[in-house]
């Protein structure tokens, strides 16, 4: 199974505002552009993925995504997290009606594309299912086979969301790649602990000096 990732992607002036205290808002806008960047590489390397679609409606990150390979997508609906995800899906969908997808958080900097592989491949086997984060409270990953709808439910508590709209929790070790999203400057420093793709590296490398 081939997937579609939608990936949803704030102005970056208004990104990662959790990363205020760490980072500070001269860095935190570049962090955030790195993060999608690495994450947008990752996923376009990955054998189960055909295609990366953002929405945004940064210009900044639209022309750096896109460059990467990226389908960038405006942000019509301007409502938020989940509507962007919805909006995403129904440009896929409007193509391509049986298209599996599977909405991927913009802030994976460590994403590796055989973890995300695995994911993909575990959630093929039911018509909805999600990867919740590292901190057991959220979601990184909500996936819709083909004939099924997204709902994403994303924001706080997203998994028990998720968990109680039917989507199937997928119980995976060995993953964590996918499931280290970065909203605070702990978040960040587990990431650089597991690895991070070169464009984060490069953007938190002053920031690892003030830590």
Do not use: Y
Not at 10 to 36: E, I, N, T, Y
Not at 107 to 113: I, K, N, V
């Amino acid at each position: 199974m081939q997937w579609t990732l939608v990936i949803p992607l704030k102005p970056l002036a208004r990104a990662k505002s959790r990363l205020a205290p760490a980072a500070g808002d001269a860095l935190r806008p570049g962090l955030a552009l790195a993060f999608a960047q690495d994450t947008v590489v990752a996923a376009t390397a990955c054998a189960a993925v055909r295609d990366v679609v953002v929405v945004t409606d940064d210009a900044l990150a639209a022309r750096e995504l896109a460059a990467l390979g990226a389908l960038v997508v405006p942000d019509t609906p301007q409502a938020g997290l989940n509507a962007a995800l919805a909006h995403g899906e129904a440009v896929v969908r409007a193509t391509r009606p049986r298209a599996p997808l599977a909405a991927l958080n913009a802030d994976l900097p460590s994403l590796r594309a055989a973890e995300l592989a695995r994911v993909l491949s575990s959630a093929a086997a039911f018509p909805r299912a999600f990867l919740p984060d590292a901190a057991g409270i959220g979601t990184t990953l909500l996936s819709a086979a083909p004939g099924a709808e997204l709902l994403p439910a994303f924001g706080v508590a997203s998994r028990a969301r998720h968990r109680s709209s039917g989507a199937v929790e997928l119980p995976l070790a060995g993953v964590d790649s996918v499931r280290q999203d970065v909203d605070t400057g702990d978040d960040l420093r587990t990431a650089l602990g597991l690895g991070v793709g070169p464009r984060t590296a490069k953007a938190a490398a002053g920031l690892l000096l003030v830590d």
